[in-house]
């Protein structure tokens, strides 16, 4: 099976820009979960999605939105973003509880 | 909600000598120890899991211990290589409540000298 793949890597944004993110998981997997990944803070959860239902959300700002299609592929999406936006952005897919890394966006806020 | 610590934040090791990285969480009702693996500009890799009714796991060189009294878990790497160079990471799931939320400590960076 593909993994996990995430569109698109890279990206650079200037402050008050908005991003969309892309994220399709692995055929088959229905959650998919995305976290913020930077030197300072480390691996941080934003906000999982099954069955294209928000279960869960971490402690970000409402900045930070996702949604769910129903062929499970997900987008997150940020607005007015800030210099301290600029992160490694990644999305996991799981069936059951391992979860499964893609290679990440990495966004630049200039 | 819940918090894992991980320790050391930084290892160094001769190749052929054992590495272990030690986790505590903090809520009792996480069921689900990931280990995950990150090389330098790559993605987080699974390379070993343990459930709570487990207490230990091994996989060739690796390997996990649980102790759900103490809510800790460690993973253990023996004979190095430099190739297990990497920023290791542990994480806990709760997943009584039918959602998941991995949780991350904030990663041990080995280095393994040859």
Redesign the interface.
């Known amino acids: 099976k593909a993994g996990v793949t995430q569109t698109p890597r890279y990206l650079i944004k200037t402050r008050g820009q908005q991003v969309t993110l892309s994220c399709s998981p692995i055929s088959g997997h229905r ?1 998919v ?1 995305w ?1 913020q990944q930077t030197p300072g803070q ?4 934003l906000f ?1 999605y ?1 069955s294209e239902t928000q ?2 959300k ?1 402690n970000f700002p409402g900045r930070f939105s996702g949604r769910q299609f129903s062929n499970s592929r997900s987008e997150m999406n940020v607005s007015t973003l800030e210099l301290g936006d600029s992160a490694l952005y ?1 999305c ?1 897919s ?1 069936l059951k ?8 966006t990495r966004l630049t806020v200039l | 909600g819940e918090n894992v610590e991980q320790h050391p934040s930084t290892l160094s090791v001769q190749e052929g000598d054992s590495a272990v990285i030690k986790c505590t969480y903090s809520d009792s009702a996480s069921n689900y120890f990931p280990w995950y693996k990150q090389e330098l500009g790559k993605r987080p890799q699974l390379i070993i899991d343990i459930r709570s009714n487990v207490g230990e796991k091994k996989d060739q060189r690796i390997a996990v211990t649980l102790n759900k009294t103490a809510k800790h878990f460690s993973l253990h790497i023996t004979e190095t290589q430099p190739e297990d160079s990497a920023v290791y990471f542990c994480a806990a799931i709760t997943m009584n409540t039918g959602f998941q939320k991995l949780v991350f400590g904030t990663g041990t960076r080995l280095l393994v000298s040859p």
């Open positions: 959650s979960s976290y480390g691996l941080q959860f999982e099954f279960r869960n971490g990644l996991a799981s509880d391992t979860q499964y890394f893609g290679p990440g």
